[in-house]
């Protein structure tokens, strides 16, 4: 496996956990504001992080 091809693999992991991470922490943050008003909610939609497009 050549240089080139690790770096690629490596950048797609690292984006990928990012990804997956920030979207652990917004979940988290909806829940937690959702407990602290009484879980009421003024409509609804998934919030989700979408990492820039590839260079």
Known sequence: MDQDTLQ???REA?????TEVLQ????ADREAFLRQHGGRKNGYYPASWRPPLAR
């Open 24 to 27: 652990i922490l917004l979940d």
């Open 14 to 18: 690292v984006r990928q956990t990012v």
């Open 8 to 10: 690629v693999m490596l």
